[in-house]
């Protein structure tokens, strides 16, 4: 584990408690003492203890009974009993209270350094399996989309209506705003849940990979080609196929994604035969396709058949009552993964995440979290492990654009970054292509 292993021995030989917190720091486990039972259970409900080395025999307090309280006050505590009297009984009945393991007086430290780590690898096995559980959940609710603001409490009730339906949904929003969460929860909660979820970043490939990528190929069907190849529509099939940037697609691919959701068929680069497809299909853009229908750069046609039902989703910069429980959720979230413990976020911290404008909405708040457990050392987030907690842009200073705001964010990563694209792109929270699109819409380079 990355984590310190917090480990309380229970006691009550000054000898033994003393020996065995001098073997367990050796080994780098932070350590508490306790004498008796009681000063066991006050321990356990002040701390987070990992493991719990607790002798049988105590007066007063037995370790059994002991067990039996820390069971209740720290249900995630392992318990491993010590005993000098080892007999098959009381083996058997501490493992049925509940104990891990048992340790026989008297033992070596090799002894000790072993079943503490078969402990630890426990606790690693049971923490994976809440990940994945998670995970699986995540599929069926709308729980990893966070809010408590009216807008959010709107888009839920939408959602809960849209789901079952069967019809194309377009989702628009400003980038890191969540639009493929959506389009899972969409998914998840749909009756084709247990069918696949495909999903096709456009922006993110050009034409002629995307066309490709999209309907699959023959073999021979171009240089490169050594195989058949499904495609993501195909491979989507009684799913969903989730678009993701479909602003950015060509007219040439616009004519055939119109077709397939006309027909139901698809072919297959380089042949001629016909593949029928039951596919709902997502699709999101942060762009304004009614001015690029305007201007000729999107087919007023599929805008229709893919805006059969709209969700749009507000930027965090307006809704920044949820920002307190976005946050708290993604500490849970990486301090789960990351193996800590939980943190707080300080008042002062907590002061600038609700004042800052957040050009990359949710997910730049969720990159800063990450950033911010990382890089910290305390059990609070302070501004020190925030990125603008030395620099914050105060209020006045702010330009009244969106746009120009966002431009200014952008310009300021490009050079903090000394304008490596990638990193750039990972800190915005957004994909080269898009960071590519809006440099040449601000006109940003580095000559200027």
């Not at 104990?99 to 690898?121: G, N, Q, R, T």
């Not at 800190?427 to 601000?442: E, F, P």
Request: glycine share 6%.
């Amino acid at each position: 584990m990355s984590k310190k292993i917090h480990i309380l021995v229970v006691d009550d030989e000054t000898a033994m408690r003393e020996c065995l917190r001098d073997w367990l720091l050796e080994d780098g486990y932070e350590v508490g003492l306790a004498a008796s039972g009681p000063e066991a259970i006050a321990m356990a409900r002040d701390y987070p203890w990992h493991v719990v080395l607790l002798d049988l025999k105590m007066p007063g307090m037995d370790g059994l009974q002991t067990l039996a309280e820390l069971r209740q006050v720290a249900p995630n505590a392992e318990v491993v009993m010590m005993t000098a009297y080892a007999t098959v009984d009381t083996a058997v009945q501490a493992m049925k209270s509940g104990a891990f393991d048992y340790l026989v007086k008297p033992f070596d430290p090799e002894e000790v350094e072993l079943l503490i780590k078969k402990v630890v690898s426990h606790q690693e096995l049971v923490l994976e399996n809440i990940l994945l559980r998670r995970r699986l959940e995540e599929r069926e609710e709308f729980d990893e989309i966070i809010g408590q603001s009216q807008p959010m409490l709107d888009l839920f009730e939408t959602l809960s209506r849209v789901a079952p339906a069967d019809s194309t949904v377009l989702i628009t929003g400003e980038s890191g705003t969540g639009k493929e969460l959506v389009a899972r929860a969409i998914h998840g909660n749909s009756p084709r849940c247990y069918h696949p979820f495909i999903t096709v970043s456009c922006g993110a490939l050009p034409d002629s990979l995307l066309e490709s990528e999209l309907f699959g190929h023959e073999k021979g069907a171009f240089t490169g080609a050594d195989q058949i190849r499904k495609g993501r529509i195909e491979m989507a099939n009684g799913g969903t196929l989730f678009l993701d940037e479909i602003g950015e697609i060509s007219a040439k691919t616009q004519v055939d994604l119109l077709r397939v959701l006309q027909e139901k068929k698809i072919q297959r680069l380089g042949s001629e035969e016909e593949i029928p497809v039951e596919v709902r299909i997502l699709a999101a853009t942060n762009r304004d396709l009614l001015k690029a229908i305007g201007e000729q750069r999107f087919r007023e046609d599929l805008y229709y058949r893919l805006n059969v039902i709209s969700i749009h989703l507000p930027p965090l910069r307006q809704r920044k009552e949820d920002i307190p429980i976005l946050a708290e959720s993604f500490i849970r979230k990486f301090c789960l993964e990351m193996n800590k413990d939980l943190v707080t976020i300080g008042p002062e911290a907590m002061q600038l995440l609700t004042s800052y404008h957040w050009p990359g909405n949710v997910r730049e708040l969720e990159n800063i979290i990450e950033r911010a457990l990382v890089i910290g050392t305390g059990k609070a987030i302070v501004p020190g492990d925030l990125p603008f907690g030395q620099g914050q842009i105060q209020e006045a200073e702010m330009p009244e654009s969106i746009q120009e705001m966002e431009r200014l964010h952008i310009k300021r990563i490009l050079n903090n970054t000394a304008w490596n694209i990638s990193q750039s792109a990972r800190r915005l929270g957004i994909d080269r292509q898009t960071l590519y699109n809006k440099m040449q819409k601000y006109g940003l380079s580095r000559d200027k």
